[in-house]
């Protein structure tokens, strides 16, 4: 993806991006409300040195006390200082865990100490950090400072400031929890965006197939009105924009082989519901119009729906075929026109990949492209299973439908892959199911007059 894929991704994910940043910032205050409140108390002493009365000794002495700060702050929390403390307050807590609550540091450069005591009630934090100074500058002065001669420490350390009695609680500071929150939701809706950008980013447009693929597109097949399956609508409305765009699509194909022309094509997608078996009637009505015989064979056994959408019937078809029931002829059913028939699904069979890969499908297909001008195959989609691989091969190619705004491009790139590894001719893509809104009306309606019997809803 591009930086500019990635900004679109984003804002195509602003909602949920929204709702988890509000979702973040409920969770960091519900958090915030629950967890028991801690204080901190802070106090200060100073680390001063009687030793020498010259100035070379006074600077000495500061030295030395600098020197000493760094080891009384590891001090401060050290069991031989804490365990007083939680003597004189009664605590039940031992010096180890009254350490957890306790810390000590010193600004750089500087001779002071600063100690701090946490606790969930702030008198408590007040106590506990007051008692730790009192005591560290005892066992300082009583047995770790040097001595002089008289026997007197030559270092003490002065309370420069008292423990303050915390009037506000240290954590959780709510309003810093639920900016967290909010951060975190919405850092974690930016990824979700992405992800889906990369994952679940939908075909657009024509330009969407040609960025992921090397097919032509070979036009643009407008959503039928609701009610109507696009066979249906192309049916009754020679002259409408659903005809019209399926009618640019069959003119494309005339482009595709020179020499010769196209006698047959596999219809298939990457995924179901892509409106491969709709494509497929409406436009073998397309290419009858020319007075060619077509045949429209469903082909697709898992999951046949051409009888469903022309509302012919099943009990007779390519299954029957196959197994020498009956004859090809005697199997097909003329439909919306004296060129055009189809030849359905015919019965269940436990076995599809079998027969559609076996030599009397191979034959099958030579005597249809003998007896009909145009053959078109409606076969299962290209990511499910590998019948349309087999049958393209068998005939001059495949055609991908792609439906805008359904097919991803991570399926698109993936049709690719399996089209190239079974060396399967992709003749060219159509975008099915484009939104009505901005395609022109031209053709349909008055203009032309009025369409045939409706037929009930497809796909």
Known sequence: MTVLEYAR??????????????LGGLGGYAWAATTPPTYRSTGAVLITSDRGTSASELVQGNAYV??????????????????????????????????ESVSASSPINSVVIEISATSGSP?????????????????VTREVAPTDAAGDPTVRLTTIEGANLPRFAAAPIVRNVVAIGVLAGLAAGVVIAVLRGLLG???????DIRRLTT?????????????????????????????????????NLNFLKVDGGLRSIVITSAAPAES??????????????????????????RSPSIAGYTQLTTGVGLTNVLIGDVDLEDAVQEWGSDSLFILTAGADAPNPSQLLTSQRMTELIRTACDSYDFVIIDSAPLLAVTDA????????????????????????????????????NLLGAVLTRVPRRGVSRYGQGSYGGGGRRPLHRGD
């Open 9 to 22: 991704a984003i804002l195509r994910g602003w909602p949920i991006i929204l709702v988890l940043g509000v």
């Open 66 to 99: 600098q020197n000493l700060v760094t080891t009384y702050v590891l001090l401060a929390t050290s069991e031989v200082v804490l365990q007083p403390v939680a003597d004189q307050l009664g605590l039940d807590a031992n010096a180890r865990s009254l350490a």
């Open 123 to 139: 008198e408590l934090a007040q106590r506990i950090a007051g008692a730790t100074m009192a005591s560290l500058s005892d066992i």
């Open 201 to 207: 980013q939908t075909v657009r447009d024509r330009s």
């Open 215 to 251: 097919v032509p597109v070979l036009g643009e097949v407008v959503e039928a009105r609701r009610g109507f399956g696009l066979s249906a609508a192309v049916l009754n409305e020679p002259l409408g924009i659903e005809a019209d765009s399926v009618r640019g699509v069959a003119a």
């Open 276 to 301: 491969k078996s709709s494509l497929a009637i409406a436009l073998g009505l397309m290419v009858a119009e020319s007075s060619r015989r077509v045949l429209v064979i469903d082909a697709d056994l």
């Open 389 to 424: 691989t087999w049958l393209g091969n068998l005939t001059d190619g495949a055609v991908l439908a792609v439906r805008h705004g359904k097919t991803t491009m991570h399926a698109l790139e993936r049709v690719m892959a399996a089209a190239d590894t079974g060396g399967l």
